[in-house]
T-cell receptor, first 113, second 114 residues
């Protein structure tokens, strides 16, 4: 099992550019999540999905979009990158909600200049 | 609104020392509390998960305690080693939310000096 994988590991974007952060899990988990972590701060939930075809907003969804066409994949789309989106992005998955544990990917470090 | 804080923000200790990391949360209505380790460029590794009905959990040199009524948890690391150097995050799972939610603290950056 590879667990939760994310690509790319690093990316530098110019303001206004778009990109997609990829996330894949091979644990047959139903739930998937996207978090961002700003320096000196805890992780904040951007979007989550409880199954293929179902997505919903978390705490900080503005500027992002997601889709969940398969159980395995949960891409995060940035349409018009802004410097405020400079952060480390973590994808996570779990079999279901509480009490199941969330498993995290290695993260994508994104810089917008 | 549930908030999680961690003190200190950074800690540097000599190898072999026992140490305590602190986590505080504002609302005692939680399902559980979890301690994670974060290494640079890597994801989060779960260390210990304490259910709301439990007082502590142990794994090797790590011991985590939970006092729900006072909104506090501590992570005790015995006989610290340079390999323990990492950022330690605590996170709570609140009971009353509109979605499955985990709220993270900002982390404590630990350096163990050989």
């Amino acid at each position: 099992n590879a667990g939760v994988t994310q690509t790319p590991k690093f990316r530098i974007l110019k303001i206004g550019q778009s990109m997609t952060l990829q996330c894949t899990q091979d644990m047959n988990h139903n739930y998937m999540y996207w978090y961002r972590q700003d320096p000196g701060m805890g992780l904040k939930l951007i979007y989550y999905s409880v199954g293929a075809g179902i997505t919903d907003k978390g705490e900080v969804p503005n500027g992002y979009n997601v889709s969940r066409s398969t159980t395995e994949d949960f891409p995060l789309r940035l349409e018009l990158a802004a410097p405020s989106q400079t952060s480390v992005y973590f994808c996570a998955s779990s079999y279901a909600g509480f009490p199941y544990e969330q498993y995290f990917g290695p993260g994508t470090r994104l810089t917008v200049t | 609104k549930q908030e999680v804080t961690q003190i200190p923000a950074a800690l540097s200790v000599p190898e072999g020392e026992n140490l305590v990391l602190n986590c505080s949360f504002t609302d005692s209505a939680i399902y559980n509390l979890q301690w994670f380790r974060q290494d640079p460029g890597k994801g989060l590794t779960s260390l210990l998960l304490i259910q709301s009905s439990q007082r502590e959990q142990t794994s090797g040199r790590l011991n985590a305690s939970l006092d729900k009524s006072s909104g506090r948890s501590t992570l005790y690391i015995a006989a610290s080693q340079p390999g323990d150097s990492a950022t330690y995050l605590c996170a709570v799972r609140p009971v009353e939310t509109s979605y499955d939610k985990v709220i993270f603290g900002p982390g404590t950056s630990l350096s163990v000096i050989p």
